[in-house]
T-cell receptor
C-alpha cells in the first residue's frame, strides 16, 4: 500500500512565523503535490513537483514556497504565516507514467495561524 | 475553463436507501476521472479511476459510471459507515502539467441508521 505521511496533524503558529510542513512518501512516486482545503472551496493546488529539485506553481502559490531535495520528501514553506493561511494542508503523490495517475493523500495537517 | 461540479452538496439517506451522486465536468480533454472518499479530518482516500464513456467500476456498495459529460457514483443499500464526503476529480490535457487534477467541492453524504 502507498503510504504518505505528514509531519504534524495539528499545528498552531503565530502571524509572521516561518512554517515548515513536511511530507514523505514511500512508493518511489515521481510526482508530489501540496493542496489546501477550505470549506466551500474544495482542494486547491499550491505547488507540485515532478522530479527532484523541480517544481511548478499551482493555482494559489502566493505566500508559499516548496523544496524537494530527495525524491521521497516534499516540503511546503510558509515564509511569513498569516491568518488567511489557516487551513487544512494535504500532501499527495502519484506516478508520472505507466500508471493510472491517481494521487494518494497523506492524513493532512490542520494549521492554525493566530 | 476546465471545471468540475458536484451535486448535491449534501445528501441524507436512510440506511438501505439507494441513491446517486453526480459529477459533471467541462474539460478540454479528459484523461481520467477519479473518485475519492474523505472522512472528517482525514486525507482523501482513492476509490476509482474511469477513462472512457461507458466504463464502470464497482467496490462493495459503490459503483462509478462515466459518460461524456458526467460521472455518477451509485450507492446501493448504504450503511452508516458509508457516511463521508465524496470527491470527484479530473485529469486533463493541461499544457505540460498533465498530472494535475481538478477537484470538485464534494458531496457530503450522511446515512442514518
Amino acid at each position: 500500500d502507498v503510504k504518505v505521511t505528514q509531519s504534524s496533524r495539528y499545528l498552531v503558529k503565530r502571524t509572521g512565523e516561518k512554517v515548515f510542513l513536511e511530507c514523505v512518501q514511500d512508493m518511489d512516486h515521481e510526482n508530489m503535490f501540496w493542496y489546501r482545503q477550505d470549506p466551500g472551496l474544495g482542494l486547491r493546488l499550491i505547488y507540485f513537483s515532478y522530479d527532484v529539485k523541480m517544481k511548478e506553481k499551482g493555482d494559489i502559490p502566493e505566500g508559499y514556497s516548496v523544496s524537494r531535495e530527495k525524491k521521497e520528501r516534499f516540503s511546503l514553506i510558509l515564509e511569513s504565516a498569516s491568518t488567511n493561511q489557516t487551513s487544512m494542508y494535504l500532501c499527495a503523490s502519484s506516478l508520472a507514467a505507466g500508471g493510472s495517475y491517481e494521487q494518494y493523500f497523506g492524513p493532512g495537517t490542520r494549521l492554525t495561524v493566530t | 475553463e476546465d471545471q468540475v461540479t458536484q451535486s448535491p452538496e449534501a445528501l441524507r439517506l436512510q440506511e438501505g436507501e439507494s441513491s446517486s451522486l453526480n459529477c459533471s465536468y467541462t474539460v478540454s480533454g479528459l484523461r481520467g476521472l477519479f473518485w475519492y472518499r474523505q472522512d472528517p479530518g482525514k486525507g482523501p482516500e482513492f476509490l476509482f479511476t474511469l477513462y472512457s464513456a461507458g466504463e464502470e467500476k464497482e467496490k462493495e456498495r459503490l459503483k462509478a459510471t462515466l459518460t461524456k459529460k458526467e460521472s455518477f457514483l451509485h450507492i446501493t443499500a448504504p450503511k452508516p459507515e458509508d457516511s463521508a464526503t465524496y470527491l470527484c476529480a479530473v485529469r486533463t490535457n493541461y499544457g505540460g502539467a498533465t498530472n494535475k487534477l481538478i477537484f470538485g467541492t464534494g458531496t457530503l453524504l450522511a446515512v442514518q441508521p
